[in-house]
């Protein structure tokens, strides 16, 4: 087939458009002949500006070759013919990229490109449907070789001036019947046609490398989102003496707007933890920041040795004041070993979960309050058992809250998930991020903290000890203490020197109830792996201040003394009225016996 002169149509609706706009565009015989060729004067003088002159020929395309258009087309294109796609024309583009192309060769041979961006498939699908196709962003370098796997820019030479360009083309084929005019005619003189595929490539390189750029910011805003995230979070979690504690957090999606999720451990003295998780409502940076604040302040108040629901009440109204159109959920609790138990207050915030030695999960019960920076609300605390060989699990909403599902449906595959969960809480919180089904491309914010309040048997049990002693009577009883201290730590096999403070702190400490203090008291001595804890009750609630006292005092010095003696000391009010005074003494390193 001779293929040097050759015409292409559009199939269907395109055709029919193309023939009513050449009847358009041609007057008819009748009206040529009345106005003789020529347009009234008047009627010249409303042309509107820019237009052709009336008298002048309107310009059609009979006298534009297929050649002389798609050759001056800056986008490539090839036309092919038949089942297997023999070549009819290339034009300029597609030669200067992919080098001249003979025309009847079929594509798979003479087109290596077309087969190495995967388009004969594709081609055959146009033929067969008669429907366009496109392939997006394939990546051609400048010696014609492609890389179809390559749909974005994989990164940015140093030297962008030595390596060798290369451009990103959208492939479109689109079905169009092709025809010679010089050999193949029907019985009637018509021309005969056949199907053909347009390839049209067109170069979005600049396109694709501005998108390039902008994921590339987007990932910098994100990587420094979550820097700063992270960096708002312990970088280590405190460990208490009767606790083991693991923590995690997953930042959600892949944009920027990272949460405002957030978890810490604090050590109170006198062997008791506190354990905070909250979720600052929103994303971005706005909410990082509120997060970060509020953890500050939750520390602070912490030292403070407040009931949680106390803690609460004070992080709301600074929640409002940070930012009133900011709000969080929290969950604080308190661990005391001596009593084996949580208290707790929650302002908003899921459930704990406390798993029993026996695989058992309950939820704690819900004393709460709503969000924090809502104000106008008394938050309460509850209390929930947590004795050894207990572990419980504090997490946000992006742990169990799905789109299509309703939350508590989370919360309780959680609890199977915990139900079933063992190992270090580490290992745990690794393995209920598993269970629940986050991954890296999770939509929400994810923090979990895991404790555990380990069972302690053998030389393990022997490093933990706990001794109490009412004190009952008037001056007897501060005699009476001093001789229970002084036993206690003698049968704990404790240094001389350091039962001789441990006695003298008792001593101060029992002294200082006894003159300020109201019954009932209490003298209650703790000794752990890492520490001794002397701790004294009374009704009264009046907390003991430090206070330099003067030469001629004959008292006001107690409090200075164990400060002075102990590692640390503080006091805190007791649920139901009175307090505790307390001090710590470190053991010596290497001490176990």
């Not at 995967?118 to 429907?131: A, C, I």
């Not at 196709?133 to 994989?154: M, Q």
């Not at 990103?168 to 056949?194: K, L």
């Not at 520490?531 to 003067?550: C, K, N, S, W």
Request: with cysteine; charged share 20%.
């Amino acid at each position: 087939m001779n293929f040097t002169r050759w015409s292409a149509r559009l199939p269907g609706t395109q055709r029919r458009a193309a023939a009513r706009t050449d009847r358009t565009a041609a007057p008819s015989s009748t009206t040529a002949a009345t106005t003789g060729g020529a347009v009234p004067a008047a009627r010249a003088e409303t042309t509107p500006a820019g237009a052709p002159a009336p008298d002048s020929p309107v310009p059609t395309l009979d006298g534009l070759s297929v050649h002389d258009i798609l050759g001056q087309v800056p986008a490539l294109v090839a036309l092919v013919h038949g089942p297997d796609h023999r070549i009819a024309y290339v034009n300029a583009a597609y030669a200067a990229l992919f080098g001249p192309r003979a025309t009847g060769a079929p594509a798979r041979e003479a087109l290596p490109e077309l087969a190495e961006l995967g388009l004969l498939p594709l081609m055959d699908q146009v033929l067969r449907s008669g429907k366009p196709r496109t392939v997006k962003s394939r990546r051609v370098s400048a010696d014609g070789t492609v890389n179809p796997a390559a749909d974005t820019p994989t990164g940015t030479d140093p030297d962008p001036g030595t390596r060798p360009r290369h451009g990103y083309y959208t492939f479109t084929c689109s079905p169009i019947e092709i025809g010679t005019r010089d050999a193949a005619h029907g019985p009637d003189g018509t021309e005969v046609t056949q199907p053909g595929v347009l390839v049209f490539a067109a170069d979005v390189t600049d396109q694709v490398e501005a998108a390039e750029r902008l994921r590339a910011s987007e990932r910098q805003q994100r990587e420094a989102a979550v820097t700063l995230q992270r960096s708002l979070l312990p970088q280590e979690l405190e460990q208490p003496d009767d606790l083991r504690v693991a923590a995690t957090y997953q930042p959600g999606g892949k944009d920027a707007a990272v949460g405002g999720d957030w978890y810490d451990v604090i050590t109170l003295g006198a062997g008791r933890t506190a354990l905070v998780i909250g979720d600052v409502m929103g994303r971005g940076v706005r909410a990082a920041a509120v997060m970060g604040q509020l953890r500050t302040a939750v520390r602070a108040y912490a030292r403070l040795d407040l009931p949680p629901h106390e803690v609460l009440q004070l992080l709301d109204g600074l929640a409002t004041e940070i930012d009133p159109t900011q709000i969080a959920t929290c969950v604080y609790a308190v661990h005391d070993p001596n009593e084996g138990r949580l208290v707790y207050a929650s302002a908003g915030h899921l459930p704990i979960l406390v798993r029993d030695p026996d695989g058992t999960v309950r939820r704690a019960a819900e004393p709460t309050g709503p969000p924090l920076g809502t104000g106008g609300w008394l938050h309460t605390s509850g209390t929930v058992p947590l004795g050894p060989g207990s572990s419980a699990v504090l997490y946000t909403d992006g742990l169990v809250e799905r789109r299509d599902e309703d939350i508590y449906d989370g919360v309780e595959a959680l609890e199977r998930a915990f139900s079933g969960a063992t190992g270090s809480p580490q290992v745990m919180c690794d393995r209920l991020i598993r269970a629940l089904g986050v991954t890296a491309d999770h939509d929400d914010d994810v923090a979990v903290l895991v404790l555990q309040h380990p069972a302690r048997t053998g030389h393990d049990a022997e490093l933990f000890h706990n001794a109490a002693l009412e004190l009952l009577g008037g001056v007897e009883a501060a005699p009476r203490a001093r001789a229970f201290a002084s036993g206690v730590l003698a049968s704990w096999r404790f240094p001389t020197e350091l039962r001789d403070l441990g006695v003298l702190a008792a001593s101060e400490l029992v002294a200082n109830s006894l003159q300020h203090g109201t019954p009932p008291m209490r003298l209650r001595m703790r000794r752990t792996d890492r520490r001794l804890i002397i701790e004294v009750t009374d009704g009264d609630d009046h907390l003991p201040r430090r206070r330099r006292a003067e030469p001629a005092d004959e008292a006001g010095r107690g409090i200075s003394i164990v400060a002075t003696i102990a590692s640390s000391w503080g006091s805190r009010r007791t649920p139901g009225g009175g307090k505790a005074v307390w001090c710590e003494f470190a053991l010596p390193a290497g001490h176990t016996s």
